[in-house]
């Protein structure tokens, strides 16, 4: 699990964002209900204390302490309640309620708040036990006599029991709310980046072989629409300049082959020429070397444009390869016995692979002659061939003077030469192992090379068993028949979009 891919670091941003906007929402929430029923109950208790002064305080004079008294009672009992009242005129109480509900103490318990710089105002008190209460006071002041104060109270406890409830449920859903969005975004984002990765396979495949292949078109008419398209008139624009390279390759290889041939022919003419010197006699034989050097050039570079221009007509047949490779190393036998060079085969049985025997062997040569090349006097070559699962492994190691790590990637180029300064005679032209690159794909196979330099080298072709080959050619034939066109679209899409099949965005 890659935690730098696009779908990790979407998603994470995605549940990072939500989770500062549930945080937001979870204080402002908190505060406002907090703020909400303290506001409430401040005003339940004023409303409480103009109630009583506006219906029992200012008929007290003229109804009388009695009916007062009853009045009160019948509104506000002197028992267990969840709010208290206490109606004072100087230290006289003229009403208390009882016991408040929850708290172990009575209204008289409480301290009296009443004077004219607390009036209409709601107060705080606490109790021994750290318990909240408030109150809120009135004074009227009576036309006669002393003013009288209006106390009503209320604990914060139910207020303190919601706010508890509200966090522990803005506690527990924040995290369930962030698993979800997390799981869905990790799920959506694998559903919207699903055309991206059958992009990113296809394009895997593209210019394996070749670069016929295209893109498949995300008909959704947004970026990955765009970049399917964009891609693939990309890959057209390579494939243009790869076919116009191995034009100019062949064309110039077939037209070269006239001049050398009738080149050739002409010094050999001249050779016959009697009484010539013996200093122009050697430099027709130069000439002549030279000549076959530049045949051999041109043969060779015919020979890879076929091949990796599909044009190279291959007698594709069942071959085994263990008696193809022995075949070929005893022919090599005495080109190492020149060099004092021990030759090695680890081989069993018989495997198969659907190839053309001819460009087989030539590979096979190719890798021998390459590591006797560039193998000292009394050095080894080893050949072994093996099946590894549904590919048949061929390598040739040898205890040469190996390859330096920065040519490694390079062995396969046309021309290249690892040493420098080898001569043209023991140094080969360069395009052996660019030629076994192109059998090797044009079979399926592949061709790798390890080295350590003053050690020796690798090289290893993988080839696909014959009931491997029978499968992949199915699967090619079932792709070809499952492909479809897509019709020109409009402007510039029409070009590029006309070639390619379409996939769907979900």
């Avoid at 508890?164 to 975004?185: D, Q, Y």
């Avoid at 040569?365 to 000292?376: G, H, R």
Wanted: aromatic share 4%.
């Amino acid at each position: 699990m890659n935690r730098n891919s696009l779908r990790h670091r979407v998603t994470f941003f995605y549940v990072a964002l939500l989770a500062v906007a549930l945080l937001t929402f979870s204080v402002a929430v908190y505060l406002g209900v907090r703020a909400f029923i303290t506001r409430s109950l401040e005003h339940s208790l004023s409303m409480n204390a103009s109630t009583i002064l506006t219906d029992y305080i200012k008929p007290l004079d003229s109804k009388g302490s009695a009916w007062f008294q009853n009045e009160m009672s019948e509104s506000y009992p002197t028992g267990v309640s969840d709010t208290f009242v206490r109606v004072s005129r100087g230290q006289e109480v003229l009403y208390e309620t009882g016991e408040m509900r929850g708290l172990p103490i009575s209204a008289s318990a409480l301290a009296s708040a009443g004077d004219a710089d607390t009036s209409g105002e709601v107060n705080r008190t606490y109790t021994k036990s750290g318990q909240e209460i408030l109150t809120y006071t009135l004074l009227y002041r009576q036309p006669q006599g002393d003013p009288i104060v209006i106390e009503t109270g209320a604990t914060t406890e139910p207020i303190r029991h919601v706010l508890r409830s509200l966090f522990l449920i803005l506690l527990t859903g924040t995290p369930i709310i962030l698993i979800a969005a997390a799981l869905g975004g990790y799920v959506l984002m694998a559903h919207a980046l699903r055309p991206v990765e059958t992009l990113t396979e296809q394009a895997e495949r593209v210019g394996r072989e070749d670069l016929g292949e295209r893109l498949p078109v995300i008909p959704s008419g947004d970026e990955l629409e765009r970049l399917s398209l964009a891609l693939n008139r990309m890959i057209e624009r390579l494939e243009e300049t790869v076919a116009h390279n191995r034009r100019f390759s062949a064309d110039a290889s077939h037209e070269l082959r006239t001049p050398l041939t009738i080149i050739r022919g002409e010094l050999e003419v001249v050779m016959q020429t009697p009484m010539l010197s013996p200093a122009l006699i050697e430099g027709i034989g130069s000439a002549l070397e030279e000549s076959d050097r530049m045949s051999h050039i041109v043969e060779s570079l015919m020979t890879i444009s076929r091949l990796e221009g599909g044009s190279e007509q291959m007698a594709m047949m069942p071959v085994d390869l263990i008696a193809l490779a022995t075949e070929t190393l005893d022919h090599m036998s005495l080109l190492a016995e020149e060099k004092e060079i021990k030759l090695t085969c680890a081989t069993s049985g018989s495997i198969y692979v659907m190839g053309d025997a001819m460009r087989l062997k030539q590979v096979v040569a190719n890798l021998l002659d390459n590591a006797i090349k560039y193998t000292p006097a009394n050095g080894s070559v080893a050949m072994s061939i093996a099946a590894e699962g549904s590919l048949a492994a061929l390598e040739v190691s040898d205890t040469g003077i190996g390859i330096p790590v920065d040519a490694l990637p390079l062995v396969f180029e046309r021309f290249f030469r690892a040493d420098k300064t080898r001569s043209r005679g023991s140094g080969g032209i360069g395009l052996g192992l660019a030629i076994v690159k192109s059998i090797c794909i044009a079979h399926h196979g592949t061709v790798t090379v390890s080295s350590i330099e003053g050690h020796g080298t690798t090289l290893r072709v993988e080839l696909p068993l014959l009931h491997e080959w029978t499968a992949l050619k199915t699967a090619e034939q079932v792709s070809v028949v499952t492909t479809h066109h897509v019709e020109s679209l409009p402007e510039r899409k029409s070009s590029v979009k006309e070639r390619h099949p379409v996939i769907g965005t979900h």
